[in-house]
């Protein structure tokens, strides 16, 4: 059974850019969420898709948004990239809406420069 | 105060023996518990999630609860040099996977 797949795996951008994520689950889990993960403030929850809605949202700006499409897939776009945003990205799925915790990709390292 | 605390370590055990890692949380109305591992350059993967209070064994792991101290643990018997990564401990208010987590425990076991 195939993991949490995430592409591309390293990203270098240049600031003002944006730059899109792409996550694809395990098959058949339904419920796809994402985190930023830095040295300083550790992991920390963007939003989650289930079934194509956005179910919870994190305290991040609005230039972090993401969509899921209805095979599952998700993708994260980030706009107008500062060198703060550098970092990495993961996501992470799960069956359904129940919290018993999920599996995570391998991420996307994105700097900015 | 950080929602979800840990001491950052690094914890340094021996080989053999139980390593106690442990955290707080602030937000009384969190119901789910969990700990994850992360090694050095991977991502988290889960060891244990606990929602009762009491304790919770699998294997050379124990999760411990107690919501009224607002404190769980995580204990590693027989420890091992394979042992040594970041544990993250992370909490959800309800049955949700928005999950806060905490900034980790570095375990290192040495042999």
């Known amino acids: 059974k195939a993991g949490v797949t995430q592409t591309p795996r390293y990203l270098i951008k240049t600031r003002g850019q944006q730059v899109t994520l792409s996550c694809s689950p395990i098959s058949g889990h339904r419920s796809v969420s994402w985190y930023q993960q830095t040295p300083g403030q550790g992991l920390q929850f963007l939003f989650e898709?289930?079934?194509?809605?956005?179910?919870n949202k994190g305290n991040f700006p609005g230039r972090f948004s993401g969509r899921q499409f209805s095979n599952s897939r998700s993708e994260m776009n980030v706009s107008t990239l500062e060198l703060g945003d550098s970092a990495l990205y993961l996501c992470?799925?799960?069956?359904?809406?129940?919290?018993?915790?999920?599996?995570f990709g391998s991420g996307t390292r994105l700097t900015v420069v | 105060q950080k929602e979800v605390e840990q001491n950052s370590g690094p914890l340094s055990v021996p080989e053999g023996a139980i390593a106690s890692l442990n955290c707080t949380y602030s937000d009384r109305g969190s119901q789910s518990f969990f700990w994850y591992r992360q090694y050095s350059g991977k991502s988290p993967e889960l060891i244990m999630f606990i929602y009762s209070n009491g304790d919770k064994e699998d294997g050379r792991f124990t999760a411990q609860l107690n919501k009224a101290s607002q404190y769980v643990s995580l204990l590693i018997r027989d420890s091992q040099p394979s042992d040594s990564a970041t544990y993250l401990c992370a909490v959800a208010r309800g049955a949700t996977n928005k999950l806060i987590f905490g900034t980790g425990t570095l375990l290192a076991v040495q042999p």
């Open positions: 898709y289930f079934s194509e809605t956005q179910r």
């Open positions: 992470a799925s799960s069956s359904d809406g129940q919290s018993y915790g999920y599996t």
